[in-house]
Every structure is written in structure tokens, then in C-alpha cells.
């Protein structure tokens, strides 16, 4: 399961497009760096989310239904079973392609509603401060400690066998648990930049603090909300897949945690001949979709820290920008430094460069 | 110690919530607790099991919602977390009494393993930034994504089904006597091994994550510019940055150690290993609630115990948490 702790503190500069940048520069800089690792996750990801639309109809036979009565166990992969078989014959591929949208479904949702309240908790009680914001900030804490994944067994295990299972139920059952994280982070943030003096100004022509909130301070705070909305995923991911596999959630509603739970009461890992394919699909695609997000997430986090995008080139890239090959001593350079503009020497590499990486270098000092 | 102060209340009252979500999540459901679980317990229902649940539940007590309340911590503080159904009568104290040595153990030693390897390793691959170690990033990044019981199984399937190279399950030998003997502690051990590996694997690569992007940051400091300029061995120049990057690797334990709990305790699962895991397992598949319940409040508890030992690490690390004022 991913831990979010990676996240890199950010300078407040590198957040805010800084006052007078010109609308072309401003777009260069918005865009993502297009690095391998952002390329692969965007890919992954856009192929998960086509699984999760398209999968149930072209699923090839109905996951629950047995097959064959014949046989008693699992049969490894064949041209009638691309995936092979269960132990009580159902078809392995099918339940991958039905069972990712339920999967994709619940962590999307998850991560969206627990985005939102991140955003309303933590914008909120950075701005307002006082005891709003001790108040927000006990809450947000409370629920980073406490550890999530029984509380939810306790809830799901109470709720999940009165109420049918429900993805939309099941998203916002686990975004209570997933907003706290975000939350934290876009108070720091909040915080910082309640001083500055555009903000100042803001108040003092006498603008409601909702309308700072939402259209002075929330614009700058995007990336922050990106990861966050990201990690959150990640999180709905790793939990629904986890009570699943525990079976607190029917076992009849078909996800890819699902799959692991039926592999795993049928020990598929531990029979003499593995029934790898009984518990592979399932696992990797879990891992991808996760990875897919965290790669994106690595985007974000460069172009958020500047110093990351540099540790991140490759030697190739390096030697153009004209970087010392390995930095052993600080300085590593700030590429395309958002919000600093004219400083440096800018080089406009796209369509020139092999490696597809198409943003402009700014190679400046590290301050 | 103003931090520890500020934490210890923390604690107390993220304490009280849990307990506080234990006693209302029952009621929240429709209907009568007692009668609800009965319907769903489809085997064999004694008078003793629902006057049990009864007391339990506070239901027929006569009290309105805020005695039951009161009447349940009451019972708490005396140590009292009720009656398993699953083994009736056997209480819940004693089922989780047994199994939580073993997940101490195991957990205990996997987090610390996992946190040291993957700071040391953070550092390096910090310090050789731009170097074919970067490529560890990706793969780490899947480590980390991919959920723990599925590398578990994994593991089952690579290192003991097939090569044979540890065993399947459990956490001993069971053909040995349990005690301070060299055969039995060696299969302790060797049963541990497995999980404790899969354990370290899918939770250090945050820390390798969190060390390497404090580390670039920390590395562009004057002070670590100056240690360089003035001649000291290498090692220094990487254990001065070292000592002030690791500090967000320490708060965030806080953050980690919740899904860390809850991973290992599906490796646990996955391995058939006797720990908190498994009667979690138990609990869920034979509707055990109140075992279930009082699995929640131990696993939050020994999380935040390992909070306050994490704030004790970070106040002795950091001597400006240590100032008054």
C-alpha cells in the first residue's frame, strides 16, 4: 500500500506563477515535463480507465458463472481461457476486465470526494486560522493516527451485510478515511500564503473570504491538490483491494481484491503446481494502476521542486543543459524555474531533441 | 518537552474517538444490534450468546444510549473488551492476549529494518543523483503501489512453494514444544523470515523516497557547501546533511506506521502466521464482532504508542523541539 509520505515540502514560489509572466510562458510552464516516467504513468493510467469503461463488454463470459462441472481444478491458460480457469471454472479474464471497473470506480471516487474535503478543511483552516484551525487541525490528526484500515473493517463489517454492496457506498466509506493527508498539506500551504501581499490587498478592498478562498488562494494551490487527489487514489486502490481480500465486502462483487481473496481461500500459492494465473492478473494490475499514479505523481512533484527535475534527468539531458555529469556537491541546477523568470539562460531544445523531452531549459544558480 | 505534551494529548484524544467510533458504530446501524447480529449468524444461537451480546451491547440494560455509553467504558477500563462469539466463551482479551506477541515481533522488527535500510539506501541514492540508481525510483515506486498481501503471496509462491527455500506457514514448527530452546527458536526464526521480508519490501521503498527528495533539498544547504569546502572526509559532509534530512522521515513514522500495521497484518494472513492478522481473518469470516472490535482498539493503541516512540526519537534528533518557549 502507498505510504504518503514523499511528499516534498514546497517553496511557495514554485507554486505561484509569479505576477507578469507573459500568457505564452505561462502555458510552457504549466505543462508537465515530459519525461519517460510521466509519458508511461499518463499511458497506464488512460489504458486503466478505457479497462474500466469498456471491460464488462467485452468480457468474454460471465465471471461468477462455472464453466464446466467437470473438472475440479484450475485450468492454466488455453485459446478458450486466455487467463485459464478458477477452481470452480470460472473464467479468470473475465473477472479481471468486470472486475476493474468496480476497483477504478471506487478509488476514483474515493479519491475525488476526499480531495474535496481536503480542500474544504485545509484551505479552510489555513485561512482562517485561530481556533477554526485548531479545531480542523485536531480533526485532520486524529484521523492521521488513528489506523485506518480496521476502523473500516469495523464500519464495512457492520454496514456492508445489511446494504447491498454499492461502489458509490463503498468510495465514500473509504474517502473518510483518506481526506486527513491532503488536508495538512494544503493548510501549510494556506498558511503560507495568507500574508502576501496580494492576498492583503484582496481583503482590504473587502472581498468575502470565500471568494480569497476559492479564487485568490485555490488557483495557486492546484498542484498541491493534483497530488493529493493523486495519493488519495492511490490510497482508495490499496484499501478497497485490502477489504476485498479480506472479505469484509461481499465476495461476490467481482473486483480485483476479490480475485486475490478466491485465490488466496484456494491457496492457488501454495499447491504444488503454482495456479499463477489464478492470482497474477489481479495483483499486477492492482500494482500498475497504483504505479500508473505515482508516476504521474512524480510529474507533479518535479514541477513543483525544481531541484527534483534536475536529480531527474537522465545523463544524456544532463550534459545539454550543461550540468556537471554527477553532482557530487550541492547545487543542483533549477531547470525551468517556475517564477523566475529572467534569470538564467534559456534554452528552446524542442523538436531538436531525440529523447522527446520538449521543455525549455533554464539553467540558473540554485538561488 | 512541549512537543511530547502537545502529542501525549493527541493521543488521548484520537484515543477516545476510537473508542468512542467503537461504541457508536453499532448503533448508527438500523435495528437492534443484538438481533441484527443474531440474524445474520446463521448457525446455532444460544441463550447464553445473545445474553452476551445483550451485555455487550447494553441492549435491555434499561439505560438510555449515554449509560450504555458510560456502562462501556466502564467495562473497557477494567480490560474488559467482551465475549468472542466465535470461540464462546472465551474472551476477547485472551484471543488477542495470544496472538499479539507474534505480530510485536514481527511487525516491531520489519518497521525498524525497513526504516534503517531505507534511509541508508535514500542516502545513497541521493548523494549519486544522476547516476544509474535513479532507475531504482520506478521500480520502488511499483513496491510501493502494489498491495502488501500480494507480494506476500508472491513470496509463498516463489521462495516456498517453489523453492523450497522457507516454509509455507505458521509461525513454528508445530512439532516442536514451545520454550527457550535452540531447535524452537531457530524455527521461529526461519518461519518469521519470509514475512518479515515481504514486510520490509513493500514498505521501504517510501522511505527510500521520502530520505532521497530531503536529501537533494537538504544537500543545496550553505552549511553542507561549507563542510565540503573545507576539506572533510565525505562521510561527514553526507552524515551532516544526513542528520537534518532525516527528520521528515521521522514525523512522517507517524503517517506510515498505521499502513504499515494494516499491510503486515495482511502478510500475516497470507501466511497463515498466528498473529493479530489471522484472528482478524477469523473475526471477519465467522462474524465475530466483538473480537473484531476489540482487534480495532488494540491495533490503535499500538499504533499510538509507536507514534509516542517515534515523537521521543524526533524530540532527541531535533534539540530545537527540546527548547523551552
Redesign the interface.
Same mark, same amino acid.
Given at each position: 500500500?502507498?505510504?504518503?509520505?514523499?511528499t516534498?515540502?514546497v517553496s511557495p514560489d514554485a507554486t505561484a506563477p509569479a505576477p507578469g509572466v507573459t500568457g505564452k510562458r505561462r502555458m510552457r510552464m504549466l505543462r508537465l515535463p515530459r519525461s519517460p516516467?510521466i509519458m508511461i504513468g499518463l499511458g497506464l493510467a488512460i489504458f486503466f480507465v478505457l479497462l474500466a469503461v469498456i471491460g464488462p463488454y467485452v468480457a468474454p463470459y460471465d465471471p461468477s458463472a462455472s464453466l464446466s462441472t467437470t473438472k475440479g481444478t484450475p485450468l492454466p491458460p488455453s485459446g478458450a481461457h486466455w487467463l485459464g480457469t478458477t477452481q470452480v471454472q470460472q473464467d479468470v479474464l473475465s473477472q479481471l476486465l468486470v472486475g476493474g471497473r468496480s476497483t477504478i470506480l471506487v478509488s476514483l471516487i474515493a479519491g475525488a470526494v476526499a480531495t474535496v474535503l481536503a480542500v474544504l478543511f485545509g484551505v479552510t483552516a489555513g485561512y482562517f486560522g485561530g481556533w477554526v484551525d485548531d479545531l480542523l487541525s485536531?480533526l485532520a490528526?486524529?484521523f492521521?493516527?488513528?489506523?485506518?484500515?480496521?476502523?473500516l473493517?469495523?464500519?464495512f463489517?457492520?454496514?456492508s451485510?445489511?446494504a447491498s454492496p454499492n461502489d458509490l457506498l463503498i468510495g465514500l466509506v473509504i474517502s473518510i478515511t483518506g481526506w486527513a493527508?491532503g488536508a495538512r498539506v494544503l493548510r501549510a500551504q494556506t498558511l503560507s500564503m495568507r500574508t502576501w501581499d496580494y492576498i492583503e490587498s484582496a481583503r482590504l478592498i473587502g472581498e468575502r473570504s470565500w471568494r480569497i478562498m476559492t479564487f485568490e488562494i485555490l488557483p495557486n494551490l492546484i498542484p498541491v491538490v493534483a497530488t493529493s487527489f493523486l495519493f488519495t487514489v492511490?490510497y482508495g486502490?490499496?484499501t478497497f483491494?485490502?477489504l476485498s481480500?479480506?472479505?469484509?465486502i461481499s465476495v461476490a462483487h467481482w473486483s480485483w481484491?476479490t480475485m486475490?481473496y478466491w485465490?488466496?481461500s484456494a491457496q @492457488?500459492?501454495?499447491?504444488?503446481h503454482?495456479e499463477?494465473w489464478w492470482?497474477?492478473p489481479?495483483?499486477l494490475a +492492482? /500494482? $500498475?494502476?497504483?504505479?500508473s499514479?505515482?508516476?504521474l505523481n512524480?510529474g507533479i512533484?518535479e514541477f513543483i521542486?525544481p531541484?527534483?527535475r534536475a @536529480?531527474?534527468?537522465t545523463?544524456r539531458q544532463?550534459r545539454r543543459a550543461g550540468m556537471p555529469?554527477?553532482?557530487? +556537491? /550541492? $547545487?543542483?541546477p533549477v531547470i525551468a524555474s517556475a517564477g523566475r523568470n529572467g534569470s538564467g539562460t534559456s534554452q528552446d531544445r524542442s523538436g531538436q531533441d531525440g529523447s522527446g523531452s520538449g521543455e525549455s531549459l533554464m539553467v540558473g544558480g540554485?538561488r | 518537552m512541549r512537543l511530547i505534551s502537545r502529542r501525549l494529548g493527541?493521543?488521548v484524544?484520537?484515543a477516545i474517538?476510537?473508542i468512542t467510533?467503537?461504541f457508536f458504530?453499532?448503533h448508527l446501524?438500523?435495528g437492534n444490534p443484538v438481533l441484527?447480529l443474531i440474524g445474520?449468524m446463521q448457525a446455532q444461537v444460544s441463550t447464553q450468546t445473545i445474553t452476551a451480546l445483550e451485555l455487550q451491547y447494553g441492549v435491555n440494560t434499561r439505560t438510555g444510549l449515554w449509560g450504555q455509553y458510560l456502562h462501556y467504558w466502564a467495562q473497557l477500563l477494567h480490560g474488559n473488551l467482551g465475549i468472542s462469539l466465535s470461540s464462546y466463551p472465551t474472551p476477547v482479551t485472551t484471543l488477542i492476549r495470544g496472538a499479539l506477541p507474534w505480530t510485536i515481533g514481527l511487525v516491531g522488527v520489519a518497521t525498524v529494518l525497513s526504516f534503517v535500510l531505507g534511509t541508508l539506501v535514500g542516502i545513497v541514492v541521493?548523494?549519486?543523483?544522476?547516476?544509474w540508481l535513479?532507475n531504482i525510483?520506478?521500480v520502488m515506486?511499483?513496491f510501493?503501489?502494489?498491495?502488501?498481501?500480494?507480494l506476500a503471496?508472491?513470496a509463498?509462491?516463489l521462495f516456498?512453494?517453489?523453492l523450497g527455500w522457507f516454509p509455507?506457514?505458521s509461525a513454528y514448527d508445530i512439532t516442536l514444544n514451545p520454550g527457550f530452546s535452540g531447535p524452537y527458536i531457530a524455527s521461529v526464526l526461519d518461519h518469521a523470515a519470509l514475512p518479515a521480508l515481504t514486510i520490509v519490501l513493500?514498505?521501504v521503498?517510501?522511505w527510500i523516497?521520502?530520505m532521497r527528495?530531503?536529501m537533494?533539498?537538504t544537500?543545496?544547504?550553505d552549511y553542507?557547501?561549507i563542510a565540503?569546502a573545507k576539506g572533510l572526509p565525505r562521510s561527514r559532509v553526507i552524515s551532516y546533511a544526513a542528520r537534518n534530512a532525516i527528520l521528515?522521515?521521522v514525523s512522517?513514522f507517524?503517517?506510515?506506521v498505521?499502513?504499515?500495521?494494516?499491510?503486515a497484518?495482511?502478510t500475516e494472513?497470507?501466511f497463515s502466521y498466528p498473529g493479530i492478522g489471522f484472528i482478524?481473518?477469523q473475526a471477519?469470516?465467522n462474524?465475530d464482532?466483538p473480537l473484531?472490535?476489540g482487534?480495532?482498539l488494540v491495533?490503535?493503541f499500538a499504533?499510538?504508542g509507536a507514534?509516542l516512540i517515534a515523537d521521543f526519537v524526533y524530540a532527541f534528533l531535533d534539540p530545537r523541539t527540546r527548547q523551552e518557549g
Open positions: 500500500m502507498a505510504i504518503p509520505v514523499g516534498t515540502p516516467k485536531m490528526n486524529v492521521l493516527v488513528m489506523p485506518a484500515l480496521p476502523l473493517i469495523v464500519i463489517g457492520f454496514l451485510k445489511s493527508f492511490i486502490v490499496g483491494a485490502a481480500f479480506l472479505g469484509v481484491g486475490l485465490a488466496q @492457488a500459492a501454495q499447491q504444488v503454482i499463477w492470482f497474477l489481479a495483483g +492492482l /500494482g $500498475l494502476f497504483g504505479t499514479l505515482a508516476l512524480f512533484d521542486n531541484r527534483l @536529480a531527474g534527468l545523463g544532463a555529469r554527477h553532482p557530487r +556537491l /550541492g $547545487l543542483t540554485p | 493527541l493521543y484524544v484520537t474517538v476510537a467510533a467503537n458504530i453499532p446501524m438500523p441484527s445474520r541521493a548523494w549519486r543523483r544522476g547516476s535513479d525510483l520506478p515506486t511499483f510501493q503501489a502494489v498491495p502488501y498481501f500480494f503471496i508472491l509463498v509462491a516456498a512453494t517453489k509455507q506457514n513493500a514498505s521503498a517510501g523516497i521520502t527528495n530531503v537533494i533539498t544537500m543545496d544547504e553542507v557547501l565540503q521528515p522521515s512522517g507517524s503517517l506510515a498505521g499502513f504499515i500495521v494494516s499491510g497484518l495482511l494472513i497470507v482478524l481473518l471477519i469470516s462474524e464482532y473484531l472490535q482487534i480495532f491495533i490503535t499504533v499510538l507514534n
